[in-house]
């Protein structure tokens, strides 16, 4: 599937692309890796790297192809290929029993992952505001969101991209639109940094992929404790058709629900996460 090569933060995909990663922390201890959003990159994980690094833990996480400092790619921006990555960089740094844990998009690319490549080298996982089963409101998925609203993404993508990244995190993402909220721009400006690293066609691809892609047979084939973590105020990820639904899907699922927490709540309230998330990989 891959040649999972190596070199200065970098691994080399089956079809070339380079995959940039960070890896820290004791080559022995139990490995996190983390699976970042759309359209973010692994520096969206930076409170829980540290916070699993200074517990002991090995951290890895990745740039999805398109995203970040990994190759800007024209071609292969869906979920086969996304796992097929996510293998290369298991393979290439040789990891064993690793937790995994995706937030958005990055949860369904961990439940293509485990679908696709099995889950001898998984322990467990963990799935944040994930997208799963699928998005899209379709006849078998009479609950999702309209295709409309997906087009209405890629419009304003094309558009004007470095302003679709400011509203995003300005608005929905963070719960930021909401009365009361407690607003940073500090994250707010780190998002948009983020975003506007990656690819214009690799992030317009991208749509179709979190948004259309079925991981219906995916879940099913998840045979680790698998905790579904998910805000009922999640603005761009309902909860009702999606965490609700995995979490009965998956054969050793755990659904966890946070009151009036937003879709980027493993930022906004990182605390109460990652006490959540030690709590689970220590069980």
Request: a neutral charge.
């Amino acid at each position: 599937m891959t040649n999972g090569k190596t070199e200065d933060g970098f691994v080399t995909a089956k079809d070339g692309a380079s995959i940039y990663y960070k890896d820290w922390g004791p080559r022995d201890a139990q490995t996190v890796m983390f699976h970042h959003g759309w359209p973010l990159s692994a520096d969206d994980w930076d409170a829980q790297m540290l916070f699993f690094l200074n517990h002991g833990y090995r951290v890895v996480a990745h740039d999805r192809r398109g995203h970040g400092r990994s190759t800007q790619t024209a071609t292969g921006n869906e979920m086969n290929t996304y796992a097929d990555d996510v293998l290369a960089v298991v393979a290439g740094l040789g990891l064993k029993t690793v937790f995994h844990v995706g937030h958005s998009t990055g949860g369904g690319e961990v439940a293509r992952y485990l679908g696709r490549h099995g889950t001898a080298r998984a322990g467990k996982a963990a799935l944040l505001g994930a997208v799963p089963p699928i998005m899209v409101k379709t006849e078998a998925n009479p609950g999702g969101l309209p295709l409309e609203v997906f087009d209405g993404f890629r419009t304003a993508l094309a558009a004007n991209r470095a302003q679709f990244f400011r509203d995003i995190p300005s608005g929905p993402f963070y719960g930021f639109n909401r009365d009361g909220a407690k607003v940073s721009q500090g994250v707010i400006d780190n998002w948009w940094r983020q975003g506007m690293m990656g690819g214009a066609k690799a992030h317009y691809d991208c749509i179709k992929a979190f948004s259309e892609t079925d991981f219906t047979e995916d879940l099913k084939k998840i045979d680790i404790p698998t905790l579904v973590m998910h805000g009922d105020d999640d603005q761009i990820v309902p909860i009702a058709d999606s965490a609700l639904l995995s979490s009965k899907l998956l054969p050793k699922g755990t659904l966890k629900v946070y009151k009036g927490f937003p879709h980027g709540m493993a930022t906004t309230h990182a605390e109460t996460i990652n006490a959540d998330l030690l709590a689970f990989f220590k069980a």
